[in-house]
């Protein structure tokens, strides 16, 4: 069974302070990972695909990085417009049946002034 | 853009009563997907379609249906609505096979 777990659950930076979000899987053959950002009361909006180990992703002030058992979502110098629940989601391989998504239950991430 | 439309941001229903939810995707998408978002839980699958009338039982398709009779359109029915359905429903389409999801705005259902 396709697992995702992330981590932490919810996270307060000041306006400026670097870090970092995890998302460790467990997956049986990786098609593909994916992160994406979700306000409050609205849908998941789509930020990167990462489709292999050792692979990076850059927009803005995000970064998210690839190894076989984990991806991390770097936010460098954030503001308080990045704050939003980030998710996780990985697609496996296989037969028909595999060609959802599973995800993580999100960091919710708080950036303050 | 791609744009998926869920016909309802919100509805109140009592138990019992049947549901239906509505979703359009707008760029010729093959594969459609309802997932429930639940506190604590994340987003869970509850059916996808993989082209028009086929579908796969997502993880916790109990109590619900789904219909996909064109291609842009795919439908969430709860035959009979519990307090348990009460939830954010997220509709998403995808081109085919590998790839992202484009979700819509979502509909939270409240069943009293």
């Known amino acids: 069974e396709d697992q995702v777990t992330q981590s932490p659950e919810a996270l307060r930076l000041q306006e400026g302070e670097s870090s970092s979000l995890n998302c460790s899987y467990t997956v049986s053959g990786l098609r593909g990972l994916f992160w994406y950002r979700q306000d409050p009361g609205k849908g998941p909006e789509f930020l990167f695909t990462?489709?292999?180990a050792g692979e990076e992703k850059e927009k803005e002030r995000l970064k998210a990085t690839l190894t076989k058992k984990e991806s991390f979502l770097h936010i460098t110098a954030p503001k308080p417009e990045d704050s939003a629940t980030y998710l996780c989601a990985v697609q496996a391989g296989g037969d028909t049946g595999r060609r959802a998504l599973t995800f993580g239950s999100g960091t919710r991430l708080q950036v303050q002034p | 853009d791609v744009k998926v439309t869920q016909s309802s941001r919100y509805l109140v229903k009592r138990t019992g009563e049947k549901v239906f939810l509505e979703c359009v995707q707008d760029m010729d998408h093959e594969n459609m997907f309802w997932y429930r978002q639940d506190p604590g839980l994340g987003l869970r699958l509850i059916y996808f379609?993989?082209?028009?009338?086929?579908?796969e039982k997502g993880d916790i398709p109990e109590g619900y249906s789904v219909s996909r009779e064109k291609k842009e359109r795919f439908s969430l029915i709860l035959e009979s609505a519990s307090t348990n359905q009460t939830s954010m429903y997220l509709c998403?389409?995808?081109?085919?096979?590998?790839?992202?999801?484009?979700f819509g705005e979502g509909s939270r259902l409240t069943v009293l």
């Open positions: 379609s993989y082209d028009v009338k086929m579908k």
């Open positions: 990462l489709y292999s």
């Open positions: 998403a389409s995808r081109l085919a096979g590998v790839g992202e999801l484009f």
